[in-house]
């Protein structure tokens, strides 16, 4: 039986002190890792269309530095309560989504504790609601 050809690759397992190969079994090394080493191809150069990115544009609170994701809890009575509020409002031509109407509430209550008047804040936000109307 013949004796196998050493692997191109051995070189990275074996340590410094490796033995010396004879100069025919050295060529061979060389050529089984010229032949089974092929260059990658360089990717073209992108064109100007390519370099912007791919997808919709980040324009969402979540790519907005000004709003930070948070999760918080609500009983589930309060969370139809509040979209069937907020079905409403849109019916009626106000868009607000939850995370508007949670960061108005939590300013509101912050503007509370410091002391100042919220019902001008209430007011801007969303008219009061006049009874004979509903």
């Known amino acids: 039986m013949s004796n196998p050809k050493p692997s191109p690759f051995k070189k990275l397992f074996e340590t410094k002190e490796e033995p010396q190969l004879e100069p025919e079994q050295a060529l061979e090394v060389i050529t089984e890792s010229n032949v089974t080493q092929t260059p990658t191809p360089s990717p073209p150069a992108p064109t100007s269309s390519e370099k912007s990115k791919r997808g919709r544009p980040a324009t969402g609170k979540r790519s907005d530095d000004a709003w930070i994701g948070r999760t918080y809890y609500?009983?589930?009575?309060?969370?139809?309560?509040?979209?069937?509020?907020?079905?409403?409002?849109?019916?009626?031509?106000?868009e607000i989504d939850k995370s508007e109407l949670?960061?108005?509430?939590?300013?509101?209550?912050?503007?509370?504790?410091?002391?100042?008047?919220?019902?001008?804040?209430?007011?801007?936000?969303?008219?009061?609601?006049?009874?004979k109307l509903d």
Not at 77 to 94: A, F, H, P, Q
Not at 102 to 114: C, G, N, S, T
């Open 102 to 131: 949670v960061d108005f509430l939590m300013a509101v209550w912050v503007k509370l504790q410091q002391g100042e008047n919220i019902d001008l804040l209430i007011d801007e936000f969303t008219p009061r609601r006049n009874s």
């Open 74 to 94: 609500v009983k589930r009575s309060t969370d139809l309560d509040v979209e069937e509020e907020l079905l409403k409002l849109k019916r009626r031509g106000v």
